[in-house]
């Protein structure tokens, strides 16, 4: 017989689950190098603006529809509009929590190796730390085990389900995420000459800002705030109608937007403070951080700590992104949990093989790309904004703005969304996503 669904034991477990799932790799390896490269502090602010207009009410929208049906992601567009299609939009998403998993899986993996190649001291002093990198991401065996590792974790959490697996993890992985982040902010400030960096990061400079930054800036917003894959709306289907939206919402990206801005905090002064280049990419966390580390008083016990932080904060949004295909096979399949978190599990580790391997083993690529990057491309550039403007669109004219509105206020409890909500999701998020993605790709 199946079980009753479950529901959250209360409303600090649905933010911390959900902020555990927006606050992840999006914030600690995405944003200081997407930052880095686009010029700094200027870029920091339109993505502030993007959060405003764009994530703040895509991430009430989810959490309502989920609120609404108690469904997953293709569930509840099914309930919600029976014969069209809009169930595809979820089913996008399904296809979103595979794909993007399969590769975060596998930074999370290298994550956890940087955590101990920190303690063991491959990286200390003097280390070469770009043939490290590469070395450790080109080898074909080692990063598949901290793979396997990391999704052996992810499941075994998922597994237990929403109360004593993703509700009792975030519970204590969380408040470790904020002592953690704190410490390093702390180390960053105080390093001498860390002003450089701070100027870098705090003081705008316009010239700097292409239209692409636009883009870059919605990627990233919806990647850190976990919007348009249908995460947030199965974390909302966990709640029950007594549960506030608002003020929840509110908490959740005002959180992630936090860590982001920290971790960037955390990152420039030192990367400066050290005279390295802010403009490394992808490679910064990996390749500057422990040139960095190793420069500075205490900095094998710094590192250790980042990469400790990176691991956590990239565990509970892997739990988020495995929930979403679990929900619907335990959903509308009738599959029970256990079985359905292997399954998908085992998929995505295998999804993954191939991900790690186009870093450098073998030479496998799509489009032009490595399978790696076309994996990550794919979910940036495709899945997530084109889901969210679906989910968006949806919302403000399928479902209908002042319903939602209507049911997002219900049980608010710090404050209710006024009139001005409906105008937002019915005008200025759909054309500012449609101007931002046109725009992006023409020019
Ligand atoms: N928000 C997560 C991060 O910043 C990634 C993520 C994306 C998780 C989409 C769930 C859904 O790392």
Do not use: C
């Amino acid at each position: 017989m199946k079980s009753p669904r479950e529901s959250w034991t209360s409303r600090i477990a649905f933010i911390l689950a959900a902020a555990g799932s927006a606050v992840g790799l999006g914030n600690i390896w995405r944003f200081p190098y997407v930052v880095g490269t686009n010029g700094g502090a200027a870029f920091v602010l339109i993505f502030l603006v993007i959060v405003l207009i764009i994530g703040y009410p895509l991430m009430v929208t989810e959490i309502t529809l989920g609120r609404e049906t108690n469904k997953n992601p293709i569930g509840t567009f099914k309930a919600l509009a029976p014969d069209m299609p809009w169930w595809l939009i979820g089913a996008m998403g399904v296809l979103a929590g595979f794909v993007i998993l399969s590769f975060y899986s596998v930074v999370s993996g290298w994550g956890i190796a940087y955590f101990f190649k920190t303690l063991d001291g491959s990286l200390a002093s003097g280390a070469d730390y770009e043939g490290v990198f590469f070395d450790h991401v080109e080898s074909p065996i080692a990063p598949l085990v901290w793979h396997f590792i990391f999704m052996t974790m992810t499941v075994a959490i998922v597994g237990l389900g929403i109360v004593k697996g993703i509700g009792r993890a975030v519970k204590y992985l969380m408040p470790v995420l904020f002592i953690l982040i704190v410490f390093l902010v702390i180390r960053g400030v105080t390093l001498s000459g860390a002003s450089e960096g701070l100027a870098f990061y705090l003081s705008p400079d316009f010239s700097q800002i292409t239209w692409r930054s636009w883009l870059d800036a919605a990627g990233q917003a919806f990647f850190s705030l976990s919007l348009g894959m249908g995460a947030i709306i199965t974390y909302g289907s966990y709640l029950g109608k007594k549960d506030d939206v608002p003020s929840s919402a509110g908490w959740i990206v005002g959180l992630d937007v936090f860590i982001a801005l920290l971790a960037g905090l955390a990152i420039f002064p030192a990367v400066f403070a050290l005279g390295f280049a802010e403009t490394e990419g992808p490679g910064l966390a990996f390749i500057t951080l422990p040139a960095v580390f190793a420069e500075m008083p205490f900095g094998m016990f710094f590192g250790g700590v980042f990469f400790l932080f990176f691991s956590v904060a990239a565990l509970t949004s892997a739990l988020s992104l495995l929930e979403v295909v679990v929900s619907w096979l335990v959903d509308e399949k009738a599959m029970s949990r256990k079985k359905a978190t292997i399954y998908v599990g085992l998929g995505i580790f295998i999804l993954g093989i191939p991900a790690s391997l186009s870093m450098g083993a073998v030479s496998l690529n799509v489009f032009g790309m490595s399978f790696f990057n076309f994996l990550d491309f794919l979910q940036e550039t495709i899945l997530l904004p084109v889901g969210g403007l679906l989910t968006i669109i949806f919302a403000g004219y399928v479902f209908k703005a002042n319903r939602l509105r209507e049911s997002a206020n219900e049980n608010a409890t710090l404050f209710s969304l006024g009139k001005w909500f409906e105008y937002l999701i019915k005008y200025v998020t759909p054309v500012a996503l449609i101007i931002i993605l046109i725009v992006g790709f023409l020019l």
